[in-house]
């Protein structure tokens, strides 16, 4: 992680010494977040509210460019998460049902390179880009619940359903990865003064909360967080955003 920091302000330090242009661009948009399960793949989780601010920097042309980069560097906010509802049954004889919701809390620091195109040298309002880069997510709370019910029904019309229930609530901020990065790809376009893009990011790291194994209430084979980690080797996620913003310096 030090290193990456090193070379993100190395990288800064280069840019700014021939600037033609920092641009400001506040921000926001929708977040839609997915967690990688077993057989299943990505699982949504639902849809959240981003707000943000980059500054974008641009090095000083030699000549008028179409096609030209720029290094993008920002600070999130971002408060998202991950809910799901299972029920199954089989027949009149078992009924399963399970609940897991996950929330968590961040300030995010992406870091990205674009590649912009002004389509028509004469039309300077309208340019289209493609960036790509990571973003160091820190983490500022988290809360992980789960609840497990199953009955069993007998065939013999006297015996008393099986009932089994577990459930469990906690902070789990502690167990957290502190600093994860993500990768992040995004499309957008410049009109005027307004910014609007679309971005995919996806977790390097994995974000499985250490531990909580040793305490969690649910059965590791009725917990879908637990065998999620066990049977795919950690916690993944993947995010959506389209955001909109206002370029001050445009």
Known sequence: MRNLIIIALFTVTTF?????????????GINATKMYEPFLGYQK???????????????????????????TIGVSYLKNGFYQSDNFGFGTFLYTA????????????????????QPFPLVEDWRLFFGAGLTN????????SEKY?????SSDLLAPPVTRHYEDSR??????????????IELGMIYKRTQVSVRFSKSITNLYYEGIEQT??????????????SEDGGIFEKYTEVVIGLRIFN
């Open 16 to 28: 700014t010494s021939s600037l033609a242009q920092i641009n400001v661009v506040p921000y926001a």
């Open 45 to 71: 989780g639902g849809n959240f509210g981003i707000i943000g601010l980059d500054i974008e920097l641009r090095k000083k042309p030699a000549t008028h460019q179409n096609i030209y980069a720029t290094m």
């Open 98 to 117: 399970s609940v897991t919701d996950r929330q968590m809390e961040y300030i995010q620091f992406p870091v990205t390179v674009r590649l912009n195109w």
């Open 137 to 144: 997510s820190m983490l500022m709370s988290a809360r992980l």
């Open 149 to 153: 019910t199953s009955v069993f029904i």
């Open 171 to 184: 902070d789990v901020t502690d167990l957290g990865k502190k600093s994860s990065l993500f990768t992040r």
């Open 216 to 229: 969690w209430q649910i059965p590791a084979d009725d917990s879908e967080y637990l065998q999620a980690n």
